[in-house]
Every structure is written in C-alpha cells, then in structure tokens.
C-alpha cells in the first residue's frame, strides 16, 4: 500500500515540473501531496469500519469515508486539494454530494484493493469512497479499476488477465505503451484522461520503480499517476528498491506512518 504513498511523493516535484524525462532524479523538495493524505483517510476508514456491506448499506459507508475524509483534510490543509474539494471539505454541518469527474477518488483507492477479497465487495466500496466526492461514472469507474486492479495484482494474477479484465469491465482502452503516447501527453486530471494511462505505466514496467518512472515522465498529472502505477505495481511485485523506500520514508508524517503501518499489519501489505 506504500507503494502508492511513495509514487505520490516521487511524483509530487514533477506535478508542477512537467518532465518527459524517464531517468529523472529524485527531487528533495518532494513532499507528499493529498493523494497520500486522502489514501491514508481511507485506511482509517477501513480500519475503523472494514466490515463487508451490502448494496443497502452503500450509502451508510460511504458518510463513514466522507467524514474521514474532511477530518484528514482538517489535519494537512496544505497537501494541495483541489478547489472543488476544499470548498467542500471546509463546509461545516454539510455533507452534500458533488460530481466531480476528477481523479481524485481513483487516487486514493488502493487500500481498498488491498482489504476485501471479492470483486463484490470491491467495487461496492470503491463506489462508496466515491459517493459524496466524485459521485458520477467516469470518476466511479476509475476509482473501481484502480482497487480491481491491485485485488488481481496482489492475488497473482497475470498482467494479461488485467488488462483484459479492465477493458472489458469498464471500456478502457489499454492496448499501448507508454512510448506511444508520452509525445502528445498533457497535463489533465480528468479521470478518463489520466487514469488509464496510469494503469498502462504499471503495464508497461517490469518492476516497481519503471512503473513510478514510466507515470512521472509522461509529462502530466504526475503526483496522482505515480500514486497509482505504483500502488498496483507494488500489490504486483511485491517489492519496493530500498532506496526508494529510504528517499519516501523520511518524508512522512508521523499520523501518515502510523495508520500506514497499522494497516499494512492488518492487511498484509509490505511496509518494511
């Protein structure tokens, strides 16, 4: 699950200092942005209300997630929200649902791939995490591929099988390499737009740090597709270099580490 985290951080220099640059250097102004802060608020939630729901219990679920969601938010103002998310995060005594088709329900969607074991009960709670942020299909849809994504990966399945899966599952089309499209890449987080071709880096690696490397230098939304690409690619090869995990670890807060590590225990991610 760290794997996401790390991926935000190693990307989070390069959202503001588009590259293309595949060997690019670690940055030490990196720093970890929301997608590390909201991923850990979904942990919170997980661990504090894991249990499986029903279709019936959606709704219920997904208030739990939204209120972890603005007391996180409360907690690292200065993560970088986007301003949609912020002006909702900060309304008191108001949970009101929004229909932003962003990407900022699928980047915080690995835990969940990592806690349930169904595709049931997966993309009923990616839906839920969904409800009150990104409540329409496209966002609904990217958060779901991303935690069915990391559910195949960590339970072994071939990169094949997920591709396939993902593309008959939600239209996705995933059939080309980062090469192919890093030259005409931009800059957009809409979900549609930067969701696949983070799925695609993680494709297109062969191990964690060419997932990273392979989001970052598509010159775009590089903080949240590293923070994909890496979190499947961890769930995938199960390791992170050392010297990745050494730049990142430094970098956290101490309420970050320790829900990270609480979570990682309960659910058998690495974290060492």
């Known amino acids: 699950m760290l794997g996401a985290v790390y991926g935000d951080i190693i990307g989070s220099y390069y959202e503001v200092h588009c590259t293309k640059d595949y060997n690019f250097p670690l940055r030490k ?19 504090d209300n894991g249990e499986n729901i029903t279709r019936k219990q959606l709704k219920k679920r997904a208030y739990e997630y939204a209120v972890r969601y603005k007391q996180y938010y409360s907690y690292f103002r200065n993560a970088g929200y986007g301003q949609m998310f912020i002006k909702w995060a900060e309304e008191r005594n108001s949970m ?3 229909k932003s088709y962003g990407n ?8 969940i791939g990592y806690a349930y074991d169904s595709e049931e009960q997966v993309l009923l709670q990616a839906k839920a995490s969904c409800y009150y942020t990104h409540n329409c299909k496209e966002a609904v849809h990217g958060t779901q591929a991303v935690a ?48 696949p071709p983070a799925i695609v880096a993680f ?9 990273v490397r392979n989001a970052v230098s598509l010159g775009g939304d590089a ?3 590293a923070c994909v690409a890496g979190g499947i690619a961890e769930a995938f090869y199960k390791d992170i270099p050392e010297h990745i ?12 580490k320790s829900t990270a590590i609480e979570f990682c225990r309960k659910y058998n991610a690495n974290y060492s």
């Open 29 to 47: 102004e990196s720093t970890f942005t929301d997608d590390s802060v909201m991923t850990i608020a979904v942990c919170r939630t997980i661990l």
């Open 96 to 98: 009101k649902v929004q």
């Open 104 to 111: 900022g329900g699928a980047m915080r969607a690995i835990p």
């Open 148 to 195: 069915m994504a990391v559910l195949m990966a960590r339970n072994g399945e071939t990169k094949n099988s997920i591709r396939e899966y993902l593309t008959k599952k939600f239209r996705y089309d995933l059939d080309y390499t980062i090469e192919d499209i890093k030259p005409g890449y931009s800059f957009d987080s809409s979900t549609n737009y930067s969701i």
């Open 203 to 211: 494709l297109d690696s062969h191990d964690y740090e060419s997932a």
């Open 223 to 225: 903080d949240t597709m």
């Open 245 to 256: 995990k050494n730049f990142c670890w430094l970098k956290l807060d101490y309420t970050i």
